[in-house]
């Protein structure tokens, strides 16, 4: 997660009662509450960023093919090279209403 480009979510949109329609910002939900769930520990934001990639790493192996590793070191080599696009293409992302990855 890039944590220093995440907008400020309106109280409005951080009402548990809303149902989001984009995927991004339903996982960055998911992300607040297993950070939450590690309550006062000193690394809980690690632990639940470290939860969201083995899932993510588990669904990628299971749905991408063969391939699935490449496809994971795409993301990772976005992140490492060109950390500005990352950024915009999450920002993105978290404004729309459906996401596709690598589409900005």
Known sequence: MFADERPAMPMEE??????????????????????????????????AAAKLLLVALEKFREHAGADWIGLVNEYLALVEKDPQKAQRVMRCHRLSKTSHPFSS
């Open 14 to 47: 951080n009402d548990p009662n809303i149902d989001e329609t984009n995927p991004l910002q339903k996982v960055d939900r998911l992300y607040e509450e297993l950070v939450a769930h590690y309550d006062e520990a000193e690394d809980g934001n690690l632990r």
